[in-house]
């Protein structure tokens, strides 16, 4: 069996999940510092478009925070502890601004078409086992007009650096993400949608592999 149809099969719902499930006590320590600067961007990004913000992959809830008391957020995880953590967080810091924290299936969300302004995917798309399904459900919630800001990691596709991250699969995918996601993704993605347009891509920190994107929805 190769590599990547190994990490494919281990990459299903329940298994990332699980995985994520194991991750919530020690996920603001481990990830915390090393994503703070693509979080913090992505939330001024999203503020600058409008108010109604779903946030899909809420975690543990490290963003709240960030968001002006202005803003109506909705958050969803497929990982009951992170959620978990998540209430916990918005209760201790009287959070007066968060319209539900709810389990959802970022592949199958369960909202209305153009729901939302904006949203708000930060270090999910690679931690799904359907990226380009969950690609759609943003792209069905988010209104005309409105937003996907997406902070992630894009994979090599070529070279060392992208035979390593081929290598890395069978772990990570075990985990809870790929090491392997290249920038061809997105550009196809977007080719098969003829009502997106990306509007912006720019580095985040550490090392330039990770990268702030925004798309618009468009009108009409």
């Not at 992170?82 to 209760?91: D, G, S, T, V, Y």
């Not at 990691?153 to 890395?168: D, N």
Request: charged share 25%; hydrophobic share 45%.
């Amino acid at each position: 069996m190769k590599r990547e149809q190994f990490a494919l099969m281990t990459m299903q719902t329940a298994g990332v999940a699980a995985a994520y499930d194991r991750w919530a006590p020690i996920y603001d320590l481990v990830f915390g510092g090393v994503f703070a600067t693509g979080r913090r961007e992505a939330v001024v990004a999203a503020e600058q478009v409008g108010q109604r913000i779903l946030e899909v992959g809420i975690g543990t809830g490290i963003s709240l925070p960030h968001y002006r008391a202005d803003s109506r957020l909705t958050g969803v995880d497929i990982s009951q502890s992170m959620l978990a953590k998540a209430e916990k967080r918005a209760a201790r810091l009287g959070l007066c601004n968060i319209d539900r924290l709810a389990a959802m299936d970022a592949e199958r969300m369960q909202f209305a078409d153009d729901e939302f302004d904006v949203v708000v995917a930060q270090y999910v798309v690679t931690s799904v086992p359907d990226p380009e399904a969950a690609l759609d459900e943003f792209l069905r919630v988010v209104k005309p007009g409105g937003q996907i800001i997406i902070t992630t990691r894009i994979g090599a596709g070529h070279g060392l650096r992208g035979s390593i991250e081929k290598a890395l699969m069978p772990v990570t995918s075990k985990l809870g993400w790929r090491t392997e996601f290249p920038w061809k993704r997105y550009q196809e993605w977007a080719a098969r949608n003829s009502g997106v347009r990306l509007i912006e891509r720019r580095d985040l920190p550490p090392l330039g592999h990770f990268s702030l994107l925004r798309y618009e929805k468009i009108e009409g």
